[in-house]
């Protein structure tokens, strides 16, 4: 079975300019979140989808970040302009569904590391 | 904000030997679980523990859960080389937004 896949791996830009990642999850996981992990820390969710809409997305920087998940499968996300702090690896992860009463292991990409210079 | 703090934040020890990190969390959760991230495979899932379970089992991992010290502990027995990475704590409070602690470091040496 296929796993997340993300691209690119690597990506380094200047500070104020735009930058994209795109995510594609296992297929038949309705629920897609995004993670910022910071070197040193633990991944911080910024957004998580249920098929193509948002659940949650209040740690999302939403005046620079901005996400979509158009027809429920693949995913984007936007960095305009991008900051000297956006340093971080970017990582997706996808899992079958999202309830209160089961749980859905989730399951990650490799990871987008951007470097803001 | 992170929920969970894993401590040490690294730890050394050589192959054969027992590796045990901790976990303390904040605020009640549905069900705390442990990951493993290196550079070859990224963030993989370890083990879940449902907050209504005290201990678990899988191959060499022994997890225990304290809801009451709000704290977890992730025991590795026999330690190998392969087993050199990060391991965070990231606890489930409502729906399945994981909260991750910053991490333990752990190198095995041989």
């Known amino acids: 079975e296929a796993g997340v896949a993300q691209s690119p791996r690597y990506k380094i830009i200047e500070k104020r300019q735009s930058v994209a990642f795109w995510c594609n999850p296992i297929?038949?996981?309705?629920?897609l979140y995004w993670y910022q992990q910071i070197l040193g820390q633990g991944p911080k969710l910024l957004i998580q989808?249920?098929?193509?809409?948002?659940?949650?997305d209040s740690q999302l920087p939403k005046d620079r970040f901005s996400a979509e998940r158009l027809k429920g499968v693949d995913s984007t996300l936007k960095i305009q302009p991008a900051k000297l702090e956006d340093s971080a690896v970017y990582l997706c992860?996808?899992?079958?569904?999202?309830?209160?009463?089961?749980?859905?292991?989730?399951?990650f990409g490799p990871g987008t590391r951007l470097t803001v210079l | 904000s992170q929920q969970g703090e894993e401590d040490p934040q690294a730890l050394s020890i050589q192959e054969g030997e027992n590796a045990t990190m901790n976990c303390s969390y904040k605020?009640?959760?549905?069900?705390l679980q442990w990951y493993r991230q290196n550079s070859g495979r990224g963030l993989v899932h370890l083990i879940l523990?449902?907050?209504?379970?005290r201990e678990k089992h899988s191959g060499r991992l022994r997890v225990t859960l304290d809801t009451s010290k709000k704290s977890s502990s992730l025991l590795i027995t026999a330690s190998r080389a392969a087993d050199t990475a990060s391991y965070f704590c990231?606890?489930?409070?409502?729906?399945?937004?994981?909260?991750f602690g910053k991490g333990t470091s752990l190198l095995v040496t041989p």
């Open positions: 992860a996808s899992s079958l569904a999202w309830g209160r009463t089961s749980y859905n292991e989730q399951f």
């Open positions: 297929s038949g996981h309705a629920t």
């Open positions: 989808f249920q098929n193509n809409g948002v659940v949650d």
């Open positions: 605020t009640s959760i549905n069900n």
């Open positions: 523990i449902r907050s209504n379970e």
């Open positions: 990231a606890t489930v409070q409502s729906g399945y937004a994981l909260n």
